[in-house]
């Protein structure tokens, strides 16, 4: 799960990890109060969306003005700033063409910067421990540091029978060239950052910038956190942050009823029982020239009603042309399966073709099911046969 900027730093304030003053606001009106109340003369109003790159994304009301993020050095700019980005779409590269509409927004006090750095904190799975990732190059996307600066990319394993120990945290901080009182509060930071990692069951802490200020301070300007569904459920604080507006449709629709689902660019729709099975499924669809549409899991334990909800969301998608439907039952029994399809299917008025590949727990009964049904579905013998199959009949589908 994903939560916004200002969010994040609510958490990692508690952790002690230092933020700049701010406040969200949801209308101008509180973009202009929330300035009020921090004073000064300098502040940062900030679009709050689920992408990254907000800075130098462009509105599509003016593809040619200023981005997501402005610096404004008065009241009268702040509340210029609030029009520009509320109730309007904002693209950048992580959002897609489509960009997302800004309905919130977070106004931070000004922050005097010496020096921009970069740090994140996350699972690395092959090593099987927390990793941390630092860089000199702040501001920048982590990967086109790798690409271009790879040699500054600083990068540290922590056990987790140890947990972060404080001279994981000084490695990181001489590495990015740190000394005297910001030498120590980068400690610090480090140490606050893991914290809240661990106990909050974050999937990532990212920090771009992570800020040097003239005086010697240490600060997150800008903070992403993410967060594993599977442990949500001891988080109920985090679960309130759940921002169901930025989340796709289809997603949404399948995480309330427990599927795994992913949309993607192409146009043969999947649905598989199993992440393993899925994956090798949308790889043979591409290896017989074809483009998987979605991930799709059903899992182990899908009733009828959740078939025939999965069969739903792929069919949702207008660039579907085809559908795979692959099934290995072990848990997951054929015939329930072949139940949803053909529920979902009839309810539908199905207009694409539907190779469906079964195998295991009750197959037989499933394809009687299906064969009674009187919809076109092909069947397939296994799974090269079935990819073979959608690709061509997509083809032929687009043709026609």
């Given at each position: 799960m994903n939560i916004h900027e200002y969010q994040a730093k609510v958490l990692l304030?508690?952790?002690?990890?230092?933020?700049?003053k701010g406040f969200p606001a949801m209308s101008v009106e509180e973009a202009v109060e929330a300035a009020n109340k921090l004073g000064g003369s300098t502040w940062v109003v900030k679009s709050q969306i689920h992408a990254g790159g907000r800075g130098a994304g462009k509105f599509t009301n003016d593809p040619e003005g200023k981005g997501g993020v402005r610096v404004v050095n008065s009241i009268d700019e702040v509340e210029t700033a609030a029009k520009a980005m509320l109730g309007n779409v904002l693209v950048t590269k992580q959002t897609g063409?489509?960009?997302?509409?800004?309905?919130?927004?977070?106004?931070?006090?000004?922050?005097?910067?010496?020096?921009?750095?970069?740090c994140s904190v996350l699972l690395d799975r092959a090593s099987s421990r927390v990793l941390f990732m630092a860089s000199t190059e702040g501001g920048m996307d982590i990967e086109e540091v790798a690409e271009k600066y790879p040699e500054k990319i600083i990068k540290i394993l922590v056990d987790p029978a140890t947990g972060m120990m404080p001279f994981h945290a000084r490695r990181i901080a001489f590495g990015l060239g740190l000394e005297g009182d910001a030498l120590k509060k980068c400690?610090?930071?480090?140490?606050?950052?893991?914290?809240?990692?661990v106990e909050l069951d974050a999937s990532i802490v990212e920090i771009n910038p992570l800020v040097v200020?003239?005086?010697?301070?240490?600060?997150?300007?800008?903070?992403?956190?993410?967060?594993?569904?599977?442990a949500l459920y001891r988080h109920a604080d985090i679960m309130d942050m759940r921002d169901e507006s930025e989340e796709d449709a289809n997603e949404k629709e399948a995480k309330d009823n427990e599927l795994s689902y992913v949309r993607l660019d192409g146009n043969i729709g999947c649905m598989v029982n199993g992440a393993g099975l899925a994956m090798a499924t949308m790889d043979t669809i591409k290896l017989c020239g074809g483009e998987p549409a979605n991930f799709l899991d059903v899992g182990g334990g899908a009733t009828k009603e959740r078939v025939t909800t999965a069969f739903k969301i792929i069919l949702s998608d207008p660039n579907v042309k085809g559908i795979l439907v692959n099934i290995f039952g072990g848990i997951m029994r054929c015939d329930v399966i072949a139940?949803?399809?053909?529920?979902?299917?009839?309810?539908?008025s199905l207009s694409v073709p539907l190779v469906v590949r079964l195998e295991g727990t009750n197959v037989e009964k499933g394809k009687k099911i299906m064969a009674a049904s009187g919809l076109p579905i092909i069947s397939a013998d296994d799974l090269g046969d079935a990819a073979r199959k959608v690709v061509e009949a997509t083809k032929e589908s687009m043709v026609a």
């Open positions: 304030n508690k952790y002690g990890v230092e933020t700049p063409p489509e960009g997302k509409e800004v309905q919130r927004l977070y106004v931070e006090q000004g922050c005097d910067i010496a020096r921009e750095l970069y400690v610090k930071f480090m140490m606050a950052m893991y914290k809240a990692f200020t003239g005086s010697g301070d240490v600060i997150a300007l800008d903070a992403k956190m993410n967060f594993d569904d599977n139940e949803g399809v053909v529920a979902a299917a009839k309810e539908i």
